[in-house]
């Protein structure tokens, strides 16, 4: 039986993400978590389709839903795209990240671990998923 779940974290010391992945027939599920106050604070859905500049390429479109007061409706539209125009599969992704009082350095530093985080789920779900496997 194929896997089709798992569960990774960031490892950089400072404001280090977690993220679930699973595979619901051939669409994927991902949640990314973080912080103080882990939530959920915005969803996007992504579909692959070809690229509106180059026709043989795979882009993808997003919708995002963000409930009031939260930031994380980029970081969920990036990781949805991403993830989507990568594995050619639909994609929904939920984000809720929080710690307080963060300043521009911090900030910075979850902005990079979530770029880490989005590679991380990539690479694992080619090497776990037997559907993405190239």
């Known amino acids: 039986m194929s896997k089709t ?11 280090d993400l977690t993220a679930s992945a699973r595979m619901i ?6 949640a990314i978590w973080g912080g103080e106050k882990p939530h959920i604070g915005a969803v996007a859905v992504a579909q692959p389709r070809p690229s509106l500049k180059d026709p ?11 409930y009031v007061g ?3 409706d980029e970081l969920a539209k990036a990781a949805s795209e991403i993830l989507a125009s990568a594995l050619k599969t639909q994609v929904v992704v939920t984000a809720g ?9 911090a900030i910075a530093r979850i902005i ?3 770029e880490i985080m989005v590679d991380m789920i990539l690479q694992k779900c080619i090497a776990e998923f037997p ?3 190239e």
């Open 70 to 72: 939260h930031k994380e």
């Open 5 to 15: 779940e798992f569960t990774i974290k960031t490892d950089t010391g400072a404001y």
């Open 25 to 30: 027939g051939q669409d994927l599920l991902v």
């Open 97 to 105: 990240i929080h710690w307080d009082n963060l300043d521009e350095e």
């Open 131 to 133: 559907s993405f496997k």
């Open 112 to 114: 990079k671990n979530s």
């Open 56 to 66: 043989h390429a795979t882009s993808a479109t997003a919708s995002v839903i963000c």
